[in-house]
């Protein structure tokens, strides 16, 4: 009669699902270490040189493209930006520029470049700025020539003002600027505050690579850019526009592009300091549900406890562990009917399955004292697996 219940006690050329292979869900996390049921990112084409195909591109070189993507912050300008030979150019007496869209969190590529004529000192070269959301700037100067190392600094400036500082908080690592009139880069991962009401959550943060070498690490905004003193975090739109700064300097610029990137305070379900444990238990449901609506289970064999198994490690209740438990007494039942040449011929299944109940013990799923584990684990033991 064990034998008649059990129509085909073999496993599968694979798991009905992905199967259980490294730590379980839990609290805080809604997928399993390498969890094959955890969706793939999108795939996107990113070639050197190019724009990756997701990013929106804020300036390339046309007078289209900056007229498309960029307005003047205040109608009472004296002069106009222009673009001349592929790069949009400040001009003294314009003012700010802003994109038209507005932004939040982000990745920002931009090249740059200070003018070829070295003109005035300090603060009073090349001087520009790029204002993320308008209201924290990541500073553009000509600061080649900053260099303490030399007696006198051939270019004296203070610190957190000089080219890749978060200006007026924080000197960048080291100062990577190349030649006036060489092309710069600067590539931003960007992180606004996240407020609840009037309580800040988490104060942002900026890492900036200048010219591929990192020059802000994860810097995390103590305020608002301001000019000689500190102003502090506030409130404010979750999208705003990215302005460039006219600071009286034919600075150019070329090649813009951003990429919208989700708040790390957006992930709720897996890991990470926002993981809500309702909302990681609702994922985890959804999963198991899926995954049992994939399977038969009139079946009687191993794969269709391997899947159940699988189900129960997102959701440990109802319907689904009373399924487990009684194809897990089916198959125990089963293989202890075997004599030692048929077990042989299963090896393969029933380790797998021993490493399947293992990790569920580990992970607190199923109780050690889980009689499938029980023989399975006393089977291996009598056959040297």
């Known amino acids: 009669?064990?034998?008649?219940?059990?129509?085909?006690?073999?496993?599968?050329?694979?798991?009905?699902?992905?199967?259980?292979?490294?730590?379980?869900?839990?609290?805080?996390?809604?997928?399993?270490?390498?969890?094959?049921?955890?969706?793939?990112?999108?795939?996107?084409s990113a070639e050197p040189g190019l724009a990756p195909s997701d990013a929106t591109v804020l300036f390339d070189g046309t007078e289209e493209s900056f007229r498309k993507n960029w307005t003047h912050k205040k109608t009472d300008r004296k002069a106009d930006w222009k673009v001349v030979n592929g790069a949009m150019e400040s001009v003294k007496g314009?003012?700010?520029?802003?994109?038209?869209?507005?932004?939040?969190?982000?990745?920002?590529?931009?090249?740059?470049?200070?003018?070829?004529?070295?003109?005035?000192?300090?603060?009073?070269?090349?001087?520009?700025?790029?204002?993320?959301?308008?209201?924290y700037e990541i500073q553009v100067l000509d600061s080649f020539e900053t260099d303490p190392s030399k007696d006198p600094n051939p270019n004296p400036n203070y610190a957190d003002g000089q080219a890749s500082a978060v200006y007026a908080e924080n000197p960048p690592l080291v100062n990577a600027s190349r030649k006036p009139g060489a092309w710069q880069t600067y590539d931003i991962i960007f992180h606004q505050p996240v407020w609840n009401g009037d309580k800040l959550v988490h104060p942002?943060?900026?890492?900036?690579?200048?010219?591929?070498?990192?020059?802000?690490?994860?810097?995390?905004?103590?305020?608002?850019?301001?000019?000689?003193?500190?102003?502090?975090?506030?409130?404010?739109?979750?999208?705003?526009?990215?302005?460039?700064?006219?600071?009286?300097?034919?600075?150019?610029f070329r090649n813009?592009?951003?990429?919208?990137?989700?708040?790390?305070?957006?992930?709720?379900?897996?890991?990470?300091?926002?993981?809500?444990e309702k909302d990681v238990m609702a994922l985890r449901r959804k999963t198991a549900a899926a995954l049992y609506a994939k399977i038969d289970v009139s079946r009687k064999d191993a794969s269709t406890l391997e899947a159940l198994l699988e189900v129960v490690s997102y959701a440990n209740?109802?319907?689904?562990?009373?399924?487990?438990?009684?194809?897990?007494?089916?198959?125990?039942?089963?293989?202890?009917?075997?004599?030692?040449?048929?077990?042989?011929?299963?090896?393969?299944?029933?380790?797998?399955?021993?490493?399947?109940?293992?990790?569920?013990?580990?992970?607190?799923?199923?109780?050690?004292?889980?009689a499938l584990s029980a023989a399975l684990e006393e089977i291996c033991r009598r056959k040297g697996w």
């Not at 070269?125 to 993320?132: A, C, E, K, T, Y």
């Not at 813009?256 to 809500?276: L, V």
Request: with cysteine; aromatic share 6%.
């Open 1 to 44: 009669m064990k034998r008649a219940i059990m129509i085909c006690m073999t496993m599968a050329a694979g798991s009905l699902l992905a199967g259980v292979y490294g730590d379980v869900p839990d609290a805080k996390h809604a997928w399993a270490v390498h969890d094959r049921n955890r969706p793939n990112p999108v795939k996107i």
């Open 94 to 135: 314009a003012g700010y520029i802003e994109t038209r869209d507005s932004f939040g969190d982000c990745q920002l590529h931009v090249e740059w470049a200070s003018p070829v004529k070295v003109e005035g000192v300090g603060q009073g070269r090349g001087n520009s700025g790029v204002f993320l959301m308008g209201n």
């Open 204 to 252: 942002g943060s900026v890492t900036v690579l200048h010219n591929g070498v990192l020059t802000q690490d994860h810097w995390e905004m103590e305020g608002l850019t301001t000019h000689c003193k500190r102003r502090p975090l506030a409130p404010h739109a979750t999208r705003l526009p990215l302005a460039f700064q006219d600071h009286g300097n034919p600075v150019r």
């Open 256 to 276: 813009i592009w951003i990429r919208e990137i989700p708040s790390r305070y957006a992930n709720t379900t897996h890991g990470g300091p926002a993981a809500d």
């Open 317 to 370: 209740e109802g319907v689904y562990r009373e399924e487990a438990m009684r194809h897990a007494r089916a198959y125990r039942d089963f293989v202890g009917g075997l004599d030692d040449a048929a077990l042989q011929t299963r090896k393969n299944e029933i380790t797998g399955l021993r490493r399947t109940v293992r990790t569920l013990h580990k992970g607190g799923v199923l109780p050690d004292s889980c």
